[in-house]
């Protein structure tokens, strides 16, 4: 039987890998396009890990920091896509 515990454990590790592979992407990314999407990829991928630490830790005060977080994410992206459209 497959342990609960080990899979919370397992997908922390491939959110880090993910986190890692957007970091670079972030960094080298050939245009500014690039690091808007990987800045995006990095938000979503540390959601997934403090939603991941509310439920270990067991206080759910961690899932409102994730969802305004989000949303602070969510209105950032859109800002500086306006700003590369050149309509803001």
């Known amino acids: ?3 609960p515990e080990m899979i919370i454990h397992v997908a922390v590790a491939i959110m880090g890998l993910a986190m890692f592979l957007a ?3 972030f960094v080298k990314g050939p ?3 690039d690091r808007v ?3 995006d990829s990095l938000t979503v991928t540390s959601l ?3 939603s991941i630490i509310a439920v270990l830790s067991n206080r759910m005060i961690y899932f ?4 305004v977080y989000g949303l602070l994410s969510f209105i950032g992206v859109i800002v500086v896509a306006k700003y590369l459209k ?3």
Do not use: E, P, Y
């Open 1 to 3: 039987m497959i342990n």
């Open 48 to 50: 997934v890990i403090i």
């Open 37 to 39: 999407v990987a800045f």
């Open 86 to 88: 050149k309509g803001l």
């Open 23 to 25: 970091m670079i992407r």
């Open 64 to 67: 409102d920091v994730a969802i």
């Open 31 to 33: 245009s500014v396009v």
